[in-house]
């Protein structure tokens, strides 16, 4: 199948890319260099060349803090919203299916119940979640084939992550203060691709939650994983004795830009009710993330 993946420099992109080369797919990778997804010219002219059958969709503004600034909302909104109904509108004149990836920063993130994937009680609390939601009714509106996965708490070789900025924070410090009222599962791009490959794979569209198994968890309990696991990889400069984790509530820990939603549960139930294989423990997850790391 040939398969078109935007934001392929990104974390889950560049996974997503790796995952169709291993399974033998035509798989073709755009980043703004080669398609600028806020230009309906650009993004018609750039389909129509390569006439994909599938869409797998990771392009994003993601920085969440900075999405608040005035002068930068504008931006936001044509990536998130206008550039994913760009791409959503050429989808439909090609016939060819689409997936988007959305967060469940959709959500107000308010109560302990786990977001359902048909839940369309939809109350984003910042810029960031509302252009993502925008995004996620542009694909709803102009297709039938589609799939919509939200995510949270991501984590990937190929850029940033939480996972790296308390790796380096230990090594700097012998106390950490982290939050420990905000809860959600985290999830691994390598094990995520491979279920989004399975999906776009497939015609059973609509919603989905995606996240790592392995229960819900706070930052804290994140963190406290992180360190565990490098120690038991030979890591022992971040072992209890060296370093300090303190829960805090959000309130303590300060204001952000953008406010967090402290419930980032995601039900995803469904995944094994259409047939697909869960992803890894999150735990799991860590471990392997660590072990290729060079520190």
């Not at 060819?96 to 369309?120: L, R």
């Not at 910042?126 to 542009?138: H, P, S």
């Not at 850029?159 to 900025?165: A, L, M, S, V």
Request: aromatic residues 10%.
């Amino acid at each position: 199948m040939k398969i078109l993946v935007t934001g392929s420099n990104g974390q889950l992109g560049h996974d997503c890319m790796n995952e169709l080369k291993v399974r033998n797919h035509d798989a073709i990778g755009v980043d703004i260099e080669e398609m600028d997804i806020t230009v309906l010219a650009s993004v018609e002219k750039e389909l129509n060349e390569i006439k994909p059958e599938a869409v797998i969709h990771c392009a994003a503004w993601t920085a969440v803090d900075d999405a608040e600034d005035e002068g930068k909302k504008e931006k936001v909104h044509l990536i998130n919203a206008i550039g994913t109904e760009n791409i959503a509108k050429i989808c439909k004149q090609l016939g060819c299916k689409m997936m988007y990836i959305s967060t469940d920063y959709v959500f107000d993130g308010k109560g302990q119940n786990p977001w359902q994937p048909d839940c369309k009680d939809f109350k984003p609390l910042n810029v960031y979640g509302r252009t993502k939601l925008d995004g996620e009714f542009a694909v709803s509106r102009n297709l039938n084939n589609y799939f919509i996965v939200r995510i949270a708490w991501v984590f990937g070789q190929n850029g940033n992550n939480f996972i790296n900025t308390m790796l380096k924070l230990g090594k700097n410090s012998d106390k950490i203060t982290v939050v420990k009222d905000q809860i959600g599962t985290p999830t691994y791009t390598i094990d995520l691709a491979r279920l989004l490959i399975d999906m776009i794979e497939s015609e059973k569209y609509g919603y989905y939650h995606a996240t790592n198994e392995g229960g819900y968890i706070s930052w804290y309990d994140f963190t406290k994983e992180i360190f565990r696991q490098a120690v038991a990889l030979g890591h022992a400069e971040y072992s209890e004795d060296k370093i300090t984790v303190i829960p805090v509530t959000t309130t303590e820990y300060g204001v952000s830009k953008a406010s967090r939603p402290f419930n980032s549960r995601l039900d995803k139930s469904k995944l094994i009710e259409n047939g697909f294989t869960p992803l890894p423990t999150w735990q799991d997850a860590v471990k392997r993330y660590i072990q290729d790391l060079e520190f």
